[in-house]
């Protein structure tokens, strides 16, 4: 699986740069950094689910594990360029079925995990390293939507909304005058979860979740605070 992740990602870098290289020339050095974007998104992400027994539930003979594979969804935010500086907004929206392994307790009763969704919101800093390529840097908050069930807990589980925090980077290549190539990290640590055990107590469950994307948009020569000025 490493090895897929490291594939992707070095097509994805070469095919950002391609782009870059390509209509670079076109625009002879003329680029449009700022307004809204719109895209979507495809890549492959890796989530590490655990699972601890606390306050008196029973204790695990197997924990939930972790789970990989491709993930896709669609991104949405606006941008402002000050000389080489771009800064702005990002949100990113996953839609997977990232599902853990089978957690089993001593009991002999079982549960496991499935995340449905994530929702990246973030802050966007970079800097124009070229005309046509921006290398920059991501930090903001994360939800998502998670399902734990199973026989091992109270009411069999359900979903909860997880929060955490989310930071990584990558670099962006903008052709044809408006549109743009990027492929991305990112890393999101979500708060732990408990969910009341049948037996008594609770078992806590932690999430982490890494992803390699990459994405294609267009940005509009209008931001929502364009909308204010009307």
């Known amino acids: 699986m490493a090895y897929a992740k490291r594939g992707f990602l070095a097509g994805a870098v070469a095919a950002v740069f391609m782009f870059g290289a390509v209509d670079g020339a076109q625009?002879?050095?003329?680029?449009?950094?700022?307004?809204?974007?719109?895209?979507?998104?495809?890549?492959?992400?890796?989530?590490?689910?655990?699972?601890?027994?606390?306050?008196?539930?029973?204790?695990?003979?197997?924990?939930?594990?972790?789970?990989?594979?491709?993930?896709?969804?669609?991104?949405?935010?606006?941008?402002?360029?000050?000389?080489?500086?771009?800064?702005?907004?990002?949100?990113?929206?996953?839609?997977?079925?990232?599902?853990?392994?089978t957690a089993t307790t001593t009991t002999g009763l079982a549960f496991s995990a499935e995340t449905k969704w994530t929702?990246?919101?973030?802050?966007?800093?970079?800097?124009?390293?070229?005309?046509?390529?921006?290398?920059?840097?991501?930090?903001?908050?994360?939800?998502?939507?998670?399902?734990?069930s199973g026989s091992a807990l109270a009411g069999g589980g359900g979903d909860k909304a997880f929060f955490g925090w989310t930071y990584g980077g990558?670099?962006?290549?903008?052709?044809?005058?408006?549109?743009?190539?990027?492929?991305?990290?990112?890393?999101?640590?979500?708060?732990d979860k408990n969910y009341q055990a049948i037996a008594g107590g609770f078992h806590k469950i932690d999430l982490d979740s890494d992803a390699v994307r990459a994405a294609v948009g267009y940005r509009f020569d209008w931001s929502p605070l364009d909308l204010l000025g009307n």
């Open 119 to 148: 929702d990246e919101t973030r802050l966007r800093f970079g800097y124009l390293v070229l005309p046509e390529v921006l290398v920059f840097g991501t930090a903001g908050i994360a939800f998502a939507k998670v399902d734990v």
């Open 27 to 101: 625009a002879q050095g003329r680029t449009a950094w700022e307004g809204f974007h719109f895209g979507g998104h495809v890549g492959w992400a890796d989530s590490d689910y655990n699972a601890t027994a606390l306050a008196g539930a029973p204790g695990l003979t197997s924990n939930l594990g972790g789970s990989d594979g491709f993930a896709g969804g669609f991104l949405y935010g606006a941008s402002w360029q000050s000389e080489n500086w771009v800064l702005g907004t990002d949100s990113v929206w996953t839609f997977s079925d990232s599902s853990s392994g």
């Open 170 to 191: 990558g670099v962006e290549t903008q052709f044809n005058d408006r549109w743009f190539a990027r492929v991305e990290y990112a890393h999101i640590d979500f708060d």
